[in-house]
């Protein structure tokens, strides 16, 4: 989501109005978590330095992926996003790196990957927008176009156990979700249970790192089936 990640693929059911929250999409992330959400995101990105073929799925205004291009000479990106002003913002944002950018305005749930093949995918505050199906179904479909050894990079909010969870996290997720609601028209009301299904899809994670008491976490993922890639090494 934007403020739960503004900008992501899936609609959740109806007119989704992501495009309007583009130009105020960066102020109003900083308005309510600062700078966690984008550290969030960065987690990882010293192990995304050799990735070559990488899959991004609802960036918003796609400062990661203006960041990923400048850490990673060599990469070359594929944006998926519902809203063609955020994929606008996006290429904006990769400035002298656009030319290794491609860019698709499309619902994940009815899209596909065509002959690509990925060694990076990354889904930076995007699951949230799915239902636990929606989740598992992708990442089946995914599969098929990973390279042997491709890591699956997310980044979510999460209700962790016990008392700050409770009394923390889980009103904090539902606001969210409500203010989301009401600024885009999202259906979905609850955070999906995304790592089951991306254990049932046959992945397993290999790394994760949390912050904010565990309300957020960033995670790498990889299918049990392949092996290790070379730039995958941790």
Not at 43 to 67: S, V
Not at 162 to 170: D, Q, S
Request: net charge positive; proline share 3%.
């Amino acid at each position: 989501m934007n403020t739960m990640v503004a900008g992501n693929v899936a609609r959740g059911g109806g007119t989704l109005k992501f495009g309007r929250l583009a130009r105020v999409y960066r102020w109003m992330e900083g308005l309510t978590f600062g700078p966690y959400l984008w550290r969030c995101r960065c987690a990882f990105l010293e192990e995304m330095a050799e990735a070559q073929e990488t899959l991004a799925l609802g960036d918003g205004d796609g400062r990661f992926t203006a960041a990923l291009l400048k850490r990673n000479r060599q990469v070359r990106v594929n944006a998926v996003d519902v809203s063609e002003a955020m994929l606008r913002s996006l290429r904006r944002r990769a400035g002298a790196d656009e030319g290794r950018v491609r860019t698709e305005a499309r619902d994940v749930r009815e899209w596909s990957p065509a002959e690509a093949e990925y060694d990076l995918v990354v889904t930076h505050f995007f699951l949230d927008c799915l239902t636990t199906e929606d989740v598992r179904r992708l990442a089946e479909r995914l599969k098929a176009n990973l390279r042997p050894g491709a890591r699956w990079v997310v980044s979510e909010f999460a209700v962790p156990s016990g008392w700050f969870g409770r009394w923390v996290a889980r009103p904090v997720v539902g606001f969210l979700y409500r203010a989301f609601g009401v600024l885009t028209g999202l259906k979905v009301r609850r955070l999906p249970e995304w790592e089951l299904a991306l254990k049932a899809a046959g992945f397993r994670r290999i790394q994760e790192r949390g912050s904010l008491g565990g309300l957020l976490t960033s995670q790498m993922w990889m299918a049990e089936t392949s092996e290790p890639s070379r730039f995958a090494q941790l």
